[in-house]
């Protein structure tokens, strides 16, 4: 008997607990982001939040700025699922301080990263090349396709915030003094290029890159260790600042890379938003999705749909067992 009545305990529970998701989720707005990772995760939350929670979850288009604005000032949308927040570090502290936005977690586990960057095979074959010494005392590898004499090293292209902390690393490192001339690739996607024609020859190559993006989850790329650690004041006060006369080494610092919701929600919504401050995504899986979505020119809706289909074993960890269990059934019918 007393077993009988455990056993009903735990089915009521089971069911008031699915039953309170939905009463209490109802219609969410989601900031669809106008870059692959951002919609990819937008995507990812509308389906869970739908299937999972019951929420009637709807997608509007955003962007970092005018999306966190309107989250701070106007109390929509709902949700920011994937907001780089030291872009707009200011605006962030003001809602938080005016209690109408609170931070569920982190989007991606291990922030966003930048750093000099050299193809996997050339450290398989010269471990001495992860390190910044090594690569300086070996100049002559990255051969200058026009300036036989110097090294190549790819910057950050013009009228990017990057070029500003790249060409200040790059006179840091005394790169010059070393022998490498700064090859501005002339736009992301010739940046991007040339890792990819390097690594379809097999070639040196050494420059600046970031993640996560869909380069490094198709190509093999290891981080250079610069010997200095990270300094967050000199990367903030000098290395990030384009009037910086005097740059000091360090790596770069990760990048705060956050999901964002109303103070409204988060509290009419207290499991939606559990699930929220639960899912996270690493940079290496990451890399690797974004390279499906480019490999196979998919969407966001697309992407998030064979994030689903391919990948229960990360999103499943994200959720309870009974709103796991609706989610799988839902994905039966994708």
């Not at 070393?178 to 690739?185: H, I, K, N, T």
């Not at 990030?240 to 610092?253: E, F, I, L, N, R």
């Not at 490999?295 to 966001?300: K, V």
Request: aromatic fraction near 10%; proline fraction near 4%; hydrophobic fraction near 40%.
């Amino acid at each position: 008997m007393k077993s009988l009545i455990l056993i009903s305990a735990l089915l009521l529970s089971t069911a008031t607990h699915s039953v309170f998701a939905q009463a209490q989720c109802g219609k969410v707005t989601i900031a669809d982001m106008n870059w692959s990772s951002a919609s990819l995760i937008a995507n990812i939350d509308r389906f869970i939040l739908e299937k999972g929670y019951g929420c009637d979850a709807q997608l509007i288009s955003g962007d970092t700025m005018p999306t966190t604005t309107s989250m701070v000032e106007k109390g929509e949308p709902d949700i920011a699922p994937e907001l780089w927040s030291n872009n707009v570090k200011e605006l962030i502290d003001r809602g938080l301080k005016d209690k109408r936005i609170i931070i569920a977690g982190k989007s991606l586990s291990d922030g966003g990263e930048e750093g000099f960057w050299i193809p996997k095979y050339m450290v398989d074959k010269d471990p001495s090349l992860k390190t910044i010494e090594g690569i300086k005392a070996k100049v002559k590898l990255f051969e200058h396709h026009e300036n036989p004499d110097r090294g190549a090293f790819y910057g950050c292209p013009a009228g990017w915030g990057c070029q500003i902390t790249s060409e200040n690393l790059f006179r840091a490192l005394k790169l010059q003094q070393a022998g490498f001339e700064l090859v501005d690739p002339g736009s992301g996607a010739g940046l991007a290029g040339s890792i990819a024609r390097a690594y379809e020859h097999s070639e040196p190559w050494f420059g600046y890159y970031w993640a996560p993006t869909a380069i490094l989850g198709k190509y093999k790329m290891v981080k250079v260790d610069f010997g200095s650690g990270i300094n967050v004041k000199e990367y903030q006060n000098c290395i990030s600042k384009a009037d910086c006369t005097d740059p000091k080494v360090t790596m770069y610092p990760p990048s705060l890379v956050q999901t964002v919701t109303t103070r409204d929600f988060a509290k009419g919504s207290p499991l939606a938003f559990t699930y929220l401050s639960k899912r996270s995504i690493t940079n290496k899986q990451m890399n690797n999705l974004l390279a499906w979505m480019e490999d196979n020119q998919a969407d966001g809706k697309t992407a998030a749909e064979n994030f689903l289909i391919e990948h229960e074993e990360i999103w499943a960890q994200w959720l309870p067992q009974d709103v796991a269990n609706k989610v799988k059934s839902a994905v039966k019918n994708l």
